[in-house]
């Protein structure tokens, strides 16, 4: 059952799928979630896919596709990693104060810091985007990029990361998942972009894109660790966004 539950929490929490609720929902279930997630988001990558070769059957540009394959992501999750950028770097850029940072992102409407973040990691994903869908492989590639930058989900959740409040949302997941399995979904997540890289012309480009991810993902959780005291639910989102813009750019240097 504990297999069954974390597919139905990463399933329920990380897209718009409808599944029945999970029977149990403890921190072994969802750190096995966490580890998940890559195929839990299938759906996604699908959906990605699929716009990707409808946006080339109709001859739309490369950058309304672009744009296309954001809207779908934007619905499948419900847009939630976006609020979760967003509110991130509102939090970051509030005050000095960690309380004060925390309170801006529980319950703050959007602020400048959170729309110029979202306007920003959008932009990125597009423009890497819009160079990945005109080629032939580029609809399979960028599911297979959308279902592996989840993997990041593991780096911000591995054992050792702190939650920035007891009480939070994210707290049950922050903290949850073993090195070992953490290191198991990125050795996989590496096979997914190699594989990726190697469908647009070259294995490298995409792989230097992983590490970058792993960098990016691990400075925004030292940074948030300084100034908050720990990760929260929101930095999980933002680490998703700013991973898929990694990926998609790296593998548009291909």
């Known amino acids: 059952m504990t297999v069954r539950d974390a597919w139905l929490?990463?399933?329920?929490?990380?897209?718009?799928?409808?599944?029945?609720?999970?029977?149990?929902?403890?921190?072994?279930?969802?750190?096995?979630?966490?580890?998940?997630?890559?195929?839990?988001?299938?759906?996604?990558?699908l959906a990605a896919a699929l716009v990707v070769l409808v946006g080339g059957a109709v001859g739309l540009p490369p950058l309304a596709t672009a744009y296309a394959v954001l809207l779908a992501?934007?619905?499948?999750?419900?847009?939630?990693?976006?609020?979760?950028?967003?509110?991130?770097?509102?939090?970051?850029?509030a005050s000095y104060s960690p309380e004060r940072s925390l309170e801006v992102m529980r319950t703050g409407p959007v602020g400048p810091a959170g729309v110029v973040a979202v306007v920003l990691v959008a932009g990125l994903q597009a423009a890497g985007l819009s160079a990945v869908v005109g080629d032939d492989q580029g609809w399979w590639v960028v599911?297979?990029?959308?279902?592996?930058?989840?993997?990041?989900?593991v780096l911000a959740c591995?054992?050792?990361?702190?939650?920035?409040?007891?009480?939070?949302?994210?707290?049950?997941?922050?903290?949850?998942v073993p090195v070992l399995s953490a290191t198991v979904v990125l050795v996989?997540?590496?096979?997914?972009?190699?594989?990726?890289?190697?469908?647009?012309?070259?294995?490298?480009?995409?792989?230097?894109g992983l590490l970058a991810m792993v960098a990016v993902v691990g400075a925004l959780l030292l940074r948030c660790v300084r100034r908050l005291?720990?990760?929260?639910?929101?930095v999980l989102g933002a680490a998703v966004e700013a991973s898929l813009a990694v990926l998609v750019l790296a593998a548009a240097t291909t």
């Open 9 to 45: 929490l990463a399933t329920g929490t990380l897209t718009a799928v409808r599944v029945p609720p999970p029977t149990t929902v403890d921190r072994t279930v969802a750190g096995l979630a966490m580890v998940l997630a890559p195929l839990a988001v299938l759906p996604l990558g």
């Open 73 to 93: 992501l934007a619905l499948g999750t419900r847009a939630l990693h976006w609020d979760g950028l967003a509110d991130t770097a509102d939090g970051l850029t």
């Open 143 to 153: 599911g297979l990029l959308v279902c592996a930058s989840r993997a990041c989900l």
């Open 158 to 176: 591995v054992r050792g990361v702190p939650a920035a409040r007891a009480g939070g949302l994210g707290s049950t997941y922050i903290g949850a």
């Open 188 to 208: 996989v997540a590496a096979g997914a972009v190699a594989l990726a890289g190697h469908g647009l012309g070259s294995p490298w480009p995409a792989l230097a």
């Open 229 to 234: 005291g720990g990760v929260t639910g929101d």
